[in-house]
Protein backbone atom coordinates (compact mmCIF):
# COMPACT_ATOMS: atom_id res chain seq x y z
CA UNK A 1 0.00 0.00 0.00
CA UNK A 2 2.54 2.50 -1.09
CA UNK A 3 2.01 5.75 -1.61
CA UNK A 4 3.82 8.40 -3.73
CA UNK A 5 1.79 11.69 -3.65
CA UNK A 6 0.47 13.55 -1.08
CA UNK A 7 -3.24 14.85 -0.54
CA UNK A 8 -4.84 16.48 1.67
CA UNK A 9 -8.13 17.00 4.40
CA UNK A 10 -8.94 20.30 4.68
CA UNK A 11 -9.45 19.95 8.29
CA UNK A 12 -10.36 17.46 10.85
CA UNK A 13 -12.37 17.49 13.34
CA UNK A 14 -13.08 15.05 16.30
CA UNK A 15 -16.98 15.62 17.65
CA UNK A 16 -18.65 14.13 20.40
CA UNK A 17 -21.21 12.34 19.99
CA UNK A 18 -23.68 14.94 21.39
CA UNK A 19 -22.95 17.54 18.32
CA UNK A 20 -24.16 15.29 15.36
CA UNK A 21 -27.79 16.17 15.51
CA UNK A 22 -29.52 17.98 12.85
CA UNK A 23 -32.88 18.06 10.96
CA UNK A 24 -30.96 16.22 7.88
CA UNK A 25 -30.06 13.02 8.08
CA UNK A 26 -26.23 11.73 7.63
CA UNK A 27 -25.70 7.82 6.24
CA UNK A 28 -26.03 5.84 9.54
CA UNK A 29 -25.48 2.11 9.73
CA UNK A 30 -28.28 0.95 11.84
CA UNK A 31 -28.70 -2.64 13.60
CA UNK A 32 -31.51 -4.58 12.32
CA UNK A 33 -33.04 -5.06 15.77
CA UNK A 34 -33.05 -1.32 16.60
CA UNK A 35 -34.84 -0.23 13.36
CA UNK A 36 -38.00 0.43 15.32
CA UNK A 37 -36.28 2.47 18.41
CA UNK A 38 -35.29 5.00 16.01
CA UNK A 39 -37.49 8.35 15.28
CA UNK A 40 -39.71 9.13 12.74
CA UNK A 41 -41.88 6.60 11.05
CA UNK A 42 -40.80 3.85 9.01
CA UNK A 43 -41.92 3.85 5.76
CA UNK A 44 -41.74 0.35 3.98
CA UNK A 45 -42.64 0.00 0.29
CA UNK A 46 -45.89 1.03 -0.22
CA UNK A 47 -46.31 3.29 2.44
CA UNK A 48 -47.49 6.04 2.00
CA UNK A 49 -47.01 10.13 3.60
CA UNK A 50 -48.75 13.40 3.17
CA UNK A 51 -46.34 16.03 2.15
CA UNK A 52 -46.52 19.41 -0.02
CA UNK A 53 -43.75 22.16 0.13
CA UNK A 54 -43.79 25.56 -2.91
CA UNK A 55 -42.90 28.80 -2.44
CA UNK A 56 -45.18 30.51 -0.50
CA UNK A 57 -45.78 28.23 2.16
CA UNK A 58 -44.70 30.04 5.68
CA UNK A 59 -41.88 27.95 6.52
CA UNK A 60 -40.55 28.43 2.81
CA UNK A 61 -36.93 27.82 2.79
CA UNK A 62 -36.72 27.48 7.05
CA UNK A 63 -35.07 23.82 6.42
CA UNK A 64 -32.18 25.18 5.04
CA UNK A 65 -30.84 26.54 7.80
CA UNK A 66 -28.64 25.18 11.06
CA UNK A 67 -27.82 21.84 9.44
CA UNK A 68 -25.75 19.53 9.46
CA UNK A 69 -25.75 18.57 5.85
CA UNK A 70 -23.68 15.37 5.18
CA UNK A 71 -22.75 15.24 1.25
CA UNK A 72 -21.45 11.88 -0.67
CA UNK A 73 -19.23 11.81 -3.60
CA UNK A 74 -21.52 12.12 -5.88
CA UNK A 75 -22.78 15.14 -4.19
CA UNK A 76 -19.76 16.60 -4.29
CA UNK A 77 -19.14 15.75 -8.06
CA UNK A 78 -22.68 17.86 -8.57
CA UNK A 79 -22.24 20.45 -6.86
CA UNK A 80 -18.44 21.07 -8.15
CA UNK A 81 -20.02 20.48 -11.81
CA UNK A 82 -22.57 22.54 -11.15
CA UNK A 83 -20.58 25.59 -9.66
CA UNK A 84 -17.60 25.02 -12.21
CA UNK A 85 -15.20 24.76 -10.04
CA UNK A 86 -12.62 21.65 -8.86
CA UNK A 87 -13.27 19.46 -6.37
CA UNK A 88 -10.27 20.74 -4.80
CA UNK A 89 -11.34 24.25 -4.51
CA UNK A 90 -14.83 22.95 -3.90
CA UNK A 91 -13.77 20.81 -0.78
CA UNK A 92 -11.61 23.78 0.37
CA UNK A 93 -14.82 26.15 0.31
CA UNK A 94 -17.48 24.19 0.89
CA UNK A 95 -16.78 21.37 3.27
CA UNK A 96 -15.57 20.90 6.63
CA UNK A 97 -14.24 17.18 7.00
CA UNK A 98 -14.57 15.53 10.12
CA UNK A 99 -13.92 11.97 11.97
CA UNK A 100 -16.55 10.58 13.92
CA UNK A 101 -15.75 8.78 16.96
CA UNK A 102 -15.42 5.11 16.11
CA UNK A 103 -15.44 5.42 12.75
CA UNK A 104 -12.60 4.78 10.24
CA UNK A 105 -13.29 6.87 7.65
CA UNK A 106 -14.37 11.13 7.79
CA UNK A 107 -17.26 12.51 7.09
CA UNK A 108 -18.12 15.33 4.63
CA UNK A 109 -20.39 17.98 5.56
CA UNK A 110 -21.40 21.11 3.35
CA UNK A 111 -19.96 24.12 5.21
CA UNK A 112 -22.78 26.53 6.71
CA UNK A 113 -22.46 29.97 6.32
CA UNK A 114 -21.01 31.85 9.96
CA UNK A 115 -24.60 33.98 10.28
CA UNK A 116 -26.05 33.48 13.66
CA UNK A 117 -28.63 31.11 11.44
CA UNK A 118 -25.83 28.92 9.74
CA UNK A 119 -27.46 29.99 6.52
CA UNK A 120 -26.94 27.03 4.00
CA UNK A 121 -24.49 28.93 1.76
CA UNK A 122 -26.40 28.35 -1.34
CA UNK A 123 -29.76 29.61 -0.03
CA UNK A 124 -30.85 32.93 -1.41
CA UNK A 125 -33.79 34.76 -1.65
CA UNK A 126 -35.37 33.23 -4.07
CA UNK A 127 -35.17 29.94 -2.75
CA UNK A 128 -31.72 27.26 -3.38
CA UNK A 129 -29.12 28.16 -6.19
CA UNK A 130 -28.43 24.82 -6.99
CA UNK A 131 -31.29 23.09 -6.88
CA UNK A 132 -31.04 20.50 -10.31
CA UNK A 133 -28.01 19.77 -8.15
CA UNK A 134 -28.71 19.79 -4.94
CA UNK A 135 -27.50 16.89 -2.58
CA UNK A 136 -29.26 13.52 -2.05
CA UNK A 137 -30.05 14.26 1.35
CA UNK A 138 -32.13 17.79 0.02
CA UNK A 139 -33.74 15.58 -2.49
CA UNK A 140 -35.10 13.11 0.00
CA UNK A 141 -36.13 15.03 2.75
CA UNK A 142 -38.42 15.54 5.12
CA UNK A 143 -37.81 11.36 4.34
CA UNK A 144 -34.81 10.33 6.05
CA UNK A 145 -32.24 7.54 4.92
CA UNK A 146 -30.69 5.33 6.82
CA UNK A 147 -28.32 2.27 5.19
CA UNK A 148 -29.06 -1.30 6.19
CA UNK A 149 -25.93 -3.16 6.61
CA UNK A 150 -26.67 -7.35 6.26
CA UNK A 151 -23.23 -8.94 7.69
CA UNK A 152 -24.66 -12.11 5.83
CA UNK A 153 -25.04 -10.75 2.57
CA UNK A 154 -22.22 -8.14 2.67
CA UNK A 155 -25.40 -6.08 1.40
CA UNK A 156 -27.19 -3.07 1.95
CA UNK A 157 -30.19 -1.70 1.17
CA UNK A 158 -31.81 1.84 1.92
CA UNK A 159 -34.49 2.38 4.69
CA UNK A 160 -36.39 4.85 5.10
CA UNK A 161 -38.04 7.71 7.50
CA UNK A 162 -40.56 10.04 7.74
CA UNK A 163 -39.31 12.67 9.65
CA UNK A 164 -40.43 16.11 9.12
CA UNK A 165 -39.55 18.54 11.85
CA UNK A 166 -42.18 20.14 13.66
CA UNK A 167 -41.24 23.68 11.63
CA UNK A 168 -42.03 22.04 8.28
CA UNK A 169 -46.05 22.78 7.28
CA UNK A 170 -45.73 20.69 4.21
CA UNK A 171 -46.35 17.95 6.50
CA UNK A 172 -50.55 18.97 6.98
CA UNK A 173 -50.49 19.34 3.34
CA UNK A 174 -52.67 16.99 1.44
CA UNK A 175 -49.73 15.40 -1.19
CA UNK A 176 -49.48 11.23 -0.91
CA UNK A 177 -46.73 10.11 -1.91
CA UNK A 178 -44.78 6.91 -1.25
CA UNK A 179 -40.79 6.51 -1.02
CA UNK A 180 -40.94 5.57 -4.28
CA UNK A 181 -42.68 8.30 -6.57
CA UNK A 182 -41.16 10.86 -4.07
CA UNK A 183 -37.57 9.74 -4.78
CA UNK A 184 -39.16 10.00 -8.48
CA UNK A 185 -40.40 13.48 -7.94
CA UNK A 186 -37.47 14.74 -6.75
CA UNK A 187 -35.23 13.47 -9.44
CA UNK A 188 -33.57 11.41 -6.44
CA UNK A 189 -33.29 7.98 -8.21
CA UNK A 190 -29.89 8.02 -9.42
CA UNK A 191 -28.09 9.98 -6.68
CA UNK A 192 -30.34 7.00 -4.26
CA UNK A 193 -28.19 4.66 -6.04
CA UNK A 194 -25.36 6.57 -5.40
CA UNK A 195 -25.25 6.32 -2.19
CA UNK A 196 -26.20 2.64 -1.56
CA UNK A 197 -22.57 2.37 -3.99
CA UNK A 198 -20.73 4.28 -1.63
CA UNK A 199 -22.51 3.06 1.70
CA UNK A 200 -21.32 -0.41 0.45
CA UNK A 201 -17.74 0.73 0.44
CA UNK A 202 -18.06 3.11 3.52
CA UNK A 203 -19.38 0.44 5.89
CA UNK A 204 -16.06 -1.69 5.76
CA UNK A 205 -14.86 1.12 7.10
CA UNK A 206 -16.70 0.10 10.43
CA UNK A 207 -13.68 -1.57 11.35
CA UNK A 208 -9.97 -0.26 11.37
CA UNK A 209 -7.91 -0.44 8.08
CA UNK A 210 -5.42 2.07 9.27
CA UNK A 211 -3.15 0.43 12.35
CA UNK A 212 -1.06 2.83 13.74
CA UNK A 213 -0.91 5.47 10.62
CA UNK A 214 -4.63 5.62 12.08
CA UNK A 215 -7.05 7.79 9.19
CA UNK A 216 -5.26 11.04 8.96
CA UNK A 217 -2.57 9.40 7.56
CA UNK A 218 -0.83 9.12 3.67
CA UNK A 219 -3.11 6.13 3.01
CA UNK A 220 -6.15 7.33 4.49
CA UNK A 221 -5.63 10.72 2.91
CA UNK A 222 -5.03 8.54 -0.26
CA UNK A 223 -8.67 7.01 -0.10
CA UNK A 224 -10.11 10.26 0.78
CA UNK A 225 -8.62 11.42 -2.74
CA UNK A 226 -10.09 8.69 -4.19
CA UNK A 227 -13.62 8.88 -2.89
CA UNK A 228 -14.14 12.66 -2.49
CA UNK A 229 -11.58 14.69 -4.44
CA UNK A 230 -11.98 13.22 -8.27
CA UNK A 231 -10.07 15.83 -9.96
CA UNK A 232 -7.06 15.66 -7.76
CA UNK A 233 -7.75 11.71 -8.19
CA UNK A 234 -7.74 11.92 -11.85
CA UNK A 235 -4.60 13.96 -11.94
CA UNK A 236 -2.50 11.19 -9.65
CA UNK A 237 -3.90 8.37 -11.69
CA UNK A 238 -2.69 9.70 -14.81
CA UNK A 239 0.52 11.89 -13.47
CA UNK A 240 2.21 9.60 -11.49
CA UNK A 241 3.47 6.29 -11.47
CA UNK A 242 0.01 4.58 -10.84
CA UNK A 243 -0.50 3.12 -13.96
CA UNK A 244 2.58 1.39 -13.73
CA UNK A 245 1.56 -0.48 -10.83
CA UNK A 246 -1.94 -1.09 -12.37
CA UNK A 247 -2.78 -2.60 -15.31
CA UNK A 248 -6.61 -0.54 -16.20
CA UNK A 249 -8.51 -2.08 -19.30
CA UNK A 250 -8.12 0.80 -22.44
CA UNK A 251 -11.87 1.29 -22.59
CA UNK A 252 -12.40 2.15 -19.46
CA UNK A 253 -9.16 4.17 -18.97
CA UNK A 254 -10.64 6.70 -21.92
CA UNK A 255 -13.59 6.65 -19.74
CA UNK A 256 -12.18 7.86 -16.55
CA UNK A 257 -9.80 10.68 -18.32
CA UNK A 258 -13.15 12.61 -18.93
CA UNK A 259 -16.11 11.30 -16.99
CA UNK A 260 -16.35 12.21 -13.55
CA UNK A 261 -18.86 9.56 -12.32
CA UNK A 262 -17.05 6.81 -13.74
CA UNK A 263 -13.82 7.83 -12.04
CA UNK A 264 -15.71 8.15 -8.98
CA UNK A 265 -17.05 4.23 -9.61
CA UNK A 266 -13.37 3.35 -10.50
CA UNK A 267 -12.09 5.01 -7.19
CA UNK A 268 -14.09 3.15 -5.01
CA UNK A 269 -13.31 -0.28 -6.34
CA UNK A 270 -9.38 1.02 -6.21
CA UNK A 271 -9.53 1.60 -2.38
CA UNK A 272 -11.33 -1.78 -2.18
CA UNK A 273 -8.36 -2.92 -3.11
CA UNK A 274 -5.75 -0.72 -2.19
CA UNK A 275 -7.30 -0.84 1.41
CA UNK A 276 -8.93 -4.03 1.48
CA UNK A 277 -7.69 -6.27 -0.48
CA UNK A 278 -10.73 -7.07 -2.26
CA UNK A 279 -10.49 -8.41 -6.16
CA UNK A 280 -12.18 -6.08 -8.15
CA UNK A 281 -12.26 -6.35 -12.11
CA UNK A 282 -11.47 -2.44 -12.38
CA UNK A 283 -7.88 -3.17 -12.21
CA UNK A 284 -5.05 -5.38 -11.42
CA UNK A 285 -1.71 -5.03 -10.43
CA UNK A 286 0.88 -5.26 -13.20
S1 LIG B 1 -42.50 22.78 3.88
FE1 LIG B 1 -40.82 21.77 4.98
S2 LIG B 1 -39.41 21.27 3.31
FE2 LIG B 1 -40.78 22.87 2.54
S3 LIG B 1 -39.80 24.81 2.98
FE3 LIG B 1 -41.13 24.37 4.72
S4 LIG B 1 -39.74 23.37 6.14
FE4 LIG B 1 -38.75 23.23 4.18
S1 LIG C 1 -28.41 22.83 -0.97
FE1 LIG C 1 -30.28 23.91 -1.46
S2 LIG C 1 -31.94 22.60 -0.70
FE2 LIG C 1 -30.03 21.93 0.28
S3 LIG C 1 -29.95 23.05 2.20
FE3 LIG C 1 -28.83 24.26 0.70
S4 LIG C 1 -30.30 25.70 -0.15
FE4 LIG C 1 -31.45 24.09 0.92
Known amino acids: MASTISCKYNIIYKLGSKKWIGFKFYMKYVDIENLDTLPGRRLGEGDT ?15 CRNLNLFLYPYDVIRLKNRLEISSDQFLDKHADVMLRPSNFFPEV ?5 EDKERTCPFLNES ?26 TKKTELVHFF ?14 WTTQSWSQDQEAVLYNKMTV ?24 KMAFMATYNIDRF ?6 STFLKRYKVKSALLKKIRTDDVELMKFGFEWVKFYVWGLKTRYLKLR
Open 197 to 220: RWSELKSLFQTDPWGSQGPEGPEG
Open 234 to 239: RDFLFN
Open 163 to 176: RPPDFCLGQHENKV
Open 109 to 113: LLRMS
Open 49 to 63: FSFHCYPGIACFNRC
Open 127 to 152: GCSVYPDRPDTCRTFPVEQGVLYNAE
